[in-house]
Nanobody, 124 residues
Framework: QVQLVESGGGLVQAGGSLTLSCVAS????????MGWFRQAPGKEREFVAA????????DYQNSLKGRFTISRDNAKNTVYLQMISLTPEDPAVYSC?????????????????WGQGTQVTVSS
């Protein structure tokens, strides 16, 4: 079992930045590939970014490249999502997910564990 707890969401002005954190607990958490997903009201959940268990490779939704950065610190069992230049298109509940297979993946169905999510709101 892997438990995930996100934090760092909140209200930010358009153009501002936020860094989300996801703390993982469980014996195998450091061997998991991790992903960030988001879901806005009335929309389907969408892939944001993923990172391999070692942190050596990352993947992003194409439209978010350059603004969002995923990273991890396995010593702290924490995955981060740094977001800059936030726009009114970015508000959503952001959730992290863990995949026991160490290879990163975009489809949400490939992830085994999910956090509760943290709300990101952007004011214009």
């Amino acid at each position: 079992q892997v438990q995930l707890v996100e934090s760092g969401g909140g209200l930010v002005q358009a153009g501002g930045s936020l860094t989300l954190s996801c703390v993982a607990s469980g014996r195998t958490s450091s061997r998991c590939a991790m992903g960030w997903f988001r879901q806005a009201p009335g929309k389907e959940r969408e892939f944001v970014a993923a990172i391999t268990s070692s942190g050596g490779r990352t993947d992003y939704q194409n439209s978010l490249k350059g603004r969002f950065t995923i990273s991890r610190d396995n010593a702290k069992n924490t995955v981060y999502l740094q977001m800059i230049s936030l726009t009114p298109e970015d508000p959503a509940v952001y959730s992290c997910a863990a995949r026991t297979h160490g290879v990163m993946s975009a489809p949400a169905l490939n992830y085994d564990y999910w956090g509760q999510g943290t709300q990101v709101t952007v004011s214009s």
